[in-house]
């Protein structure tokens, strides 16, 4: 299959994740400017910081006129997850060279890696263009609509009183209800989770999200698979 035709069919898989997101694109760009961004400024964030959590906690932060390092430490404890989806993918693509890898791995967001996680196990290679080929929408609308939130945030409706809001983590328990066939999905789901609410109600945000995965990850790693018996399917 040709590089535009792969490009075609990953294009196909962005749709959902562009309606989904798009509350959450337009809300930062409103409420970057309502805490003392200029829209370039904004829209800068969404192209270079690329993680819309990450980006919510940045403006909390600036806000307050927190040290930078504390900044950086708190969108990494967020973003963490991150480097657990650049080692899962990771070894689905042995194929790509390292200039691909390197730059392909920025666009790694939570649904481009559940996606290509799926991808994976129903016997499909993971190519660079499919991959791209769903990023570059997502990508182009995120940064897009951090423009149109900076720039006519006073136009946009309520989002939450809309319950738009809801339209992402209704996507994102899809995508973990995907992998429910996996070995041991539930005790690790629920592991994550409990763990995430009490660092949440202990510790506080972003924390929760860093000490949840790696609770998920432990119990991974530690417990017993049926299967193949590498513990592959676990993780």
Known sequence: MSFSQEFARGMRKSPPVVLSSAPFGLLFGALAVDNGFT????????????????????LDLFGQKVAPWLIALSIFAVNFRHVLYSAAVGRRVPHWAPAQRAFGFFFLVDPQYAEAERKAENGEHVTFAWFMGMATPIYIFWVAEAWIGASFGSLIPNT????????????????????RLRPLWLPIVLTSAVASIVAYETIGSPWHVTVGAIAGMALAAFMPVNGNGNGEDAA
């Open 39 to 58: 829209v370039g400024e904004a829209v800068l964030m969404s192209a270079a910081v690329y993680a819309g959590a990450s980006q919510m906690v940045g």
């Open 160 to 179: 939450y009183a809309l319950g738009l809001d809801f339209l992402l983590p209704i996507y994102f328990l899809g995508l973990v209800m995907s992998f």
